[in-house]
């Protein structure tokens, strides 16, 4: 059987069935936006992502100073999804013996950046040829009350942060010709996609208030991590189509807004679940952070959407996965 008929979930359900047994200090293993090993008193949370030329970015699209901070912040928003805050990075490289010291340097420079604006150090990595570009980012952060992606119950309230389906529309826009424009400022679609920015406040505050049961980033589309949240924590949810946070652009350009921030992915904002005790404090987060009620966890195991009629379908997850056929 080839890894394209298995797909992303199954390849990773079995690699954690095949490693189910941990030492006592892993108390968050395969399954999570990141591993939670305890030493001492701390709480310390570690996560790795890749990113694959012409996988996940395109040269031609991804200028090498947003390539360098996107690479990090990535890794970061699984930190936020955690409550943790990020400490340490490390970075491993492939890249062309044809390339040019300058795509090195602009890449570092943004990775610089965004390392600076979390309070990230670089510490170590890798460095080797390759044919294409490889990017591997592993971040260590800590964290106290950690959330996990488990822990959503039966009329719980679901959150969101933000605004959903922007970074997927400014890939729409890149795939049509746009690009940056000349004085640096990026069309907000654009930048949404090529600078996402983690949301590590937030997830801090969560965390520290004690007010979320569950958590998850939106990296991959809200149906697809809506499931995988829903898959940890044992049922189901309804999401209320209407209430989904899309950004006031969105709506002049985009025939069908509400199909990308289902299914657009790569929005790095949070997903979260609030138990009904804790929505008032919640709201008070609303003066700080751009927060939306978007629907409830139910027992069934299963997700609906609710029509702005008040229609209740199935929904279809149609988000980002690795290793799906084309």
Not at 71 to 81: H, I, P, Q
Not at 196 to 217: N, V
Not at 265 to 286: A, C, H, I, M, W
Request: charged share 25%.
């Amino acid at each position: 059987m080839k890894l394209q008929d298995l797909g992303e979930r199954e390849i990773i359900s079995r690699i954690r069935k095949d490693f189910s047994e941990s030492p006592r200090d892993v108390i968050i293993g395969i399954g999570d936006d990141a591993a939670v090993i305890k030493h001492g008193k701390k709480n310390f949370i570690i996560t790795k992502d890749l990113l694959f030329e012409d996988t996940h970015f395109i040269t031609a699209f991804h200028p090498p100073y947003f390539l360098g901070r996107k690479s990090l912040n990535v890794n970061l928003s699984d930190v936020a999804a955690m409550g943790g805050v990020p400490k340490y990075a490390l970075v491993g490289l492939g890249l062309p013996l044809g390339m040019e010291s300058d795509w090195l340097k602009k890449y570092f420079s943004g990775f610089k950046a965004a390392a600076k604006e979390a309070g990230v150090s670089l510490i170590g990595g890798d460095v080797s040829g390759s044919k294409k570009i490889s990017i591997s980012v592993t971040v260590i952060g800590e964290g106290k009350k950690i959330i996990k992606r488990e822990g959503a119950q039966e009329g719980h309230f679901l959150f969101v942060s933000g605004s959903l389906g922007d970074a997927r529309q400014g890939l729409i826009l890149l795939k049509k010709g746009y690009r940056l424009r000349d004085d640096g400022k990026a069309d907000p679609f654009i930048k949404a996609f090529l600078d996402p920015i983690p949301q590590i406040a937030l997830g801090k505050d969560l965390s520290r208030l004690h007010l979320a049961s569950a958590m998850i980033d939106v990296s991959d589309g809200l149906s697809t991590d809506l499931y995988n949240l829903c898959q940890e924590s044992g049922g189901g949810a309804e999401i209320f189509l209407g209430k989904l946070p899309l950004s006031p652009g969105i709506r002049h350009i985009q025939r069908q807004p509400y199909r990308l921030a289902l299914h657009g992915g790569e929005d790095y904002q949070l997903l979260f679940t609030v138990p009904p005790q804790n929505q008032k404090s919640l709201l008070r987060l609303q003066k700080k952070y751009k927060i939306t009620l978007i629907g409830k966890i139910i027992k069934k195991k299963e997700i609906f959407l609710i029509s702005r009629q008040g229609k209740r379908n199935p929904l279809k997850i149609k988000g980002y996965q690795h290793f799906m056929k084309s």
